[in-house]
């Protein structure tokens, strides 16, 4: 059973930086595409980014774009999100989650997901 625990959360000023990781138990890790989702209270949750299951092929939501890099370490069973300059309204609970199948984008494709980590932008 393919298990993912996020750490990293936390409250951080605006301009500020956080990096959240995602170990990955139970499955290969190199076999999945992985991916960072976030749902602020009250709206649906998101797409940020997603890497491919080699590294080589990232895509993010325009509203991170040059802001956040995902990245990923295959023999540590690990995938990260560097967040940079980072806003208000970035806060949200962020998930880590691994595709099994559909969209790159779509909440659908992700058959496994993490607990979730706390983001809070706030001066």
């Known amino acids: 059973q393919v298990r993912l625990v996020e750490s990293g959360g936390g409250l951080v000023q605006p301009g500020g930086s956080l990096r959240l990781s995602c170990a990955h138990s139970g499955g290969t890790f190199g076999a999945y595409s992985m991916a960072w989702f976030r749902q602020a209270p009250g709206k649906e949750r998101e797409f940020a980014a997603a890497i491919s299951y080699g590294g080589k092929t990232t895509e993010y939501v325009d509203s991170v774009k040059g802001r956040f890099t995902i990245s990923r370490d295959n023999p540590k069973n690990m995938v990260y999100l560097q967040m940079n300059s980072l806003k208000p309204e970035d806060t949200a609970v962020y998930y880590c989650?691994?595709?099994?199948?559909?969209?790159?984008?779509?909440?659908?494709?992700?058959?496994?997901w993490g607990q979730g980590t706390q983001v809070t932008v706030s001066s």
């Open positions: 989650a691994a595709r099994t199948g559909g969209p790159l984008n779509s909440p659908r494709a992700y058959g496994y």
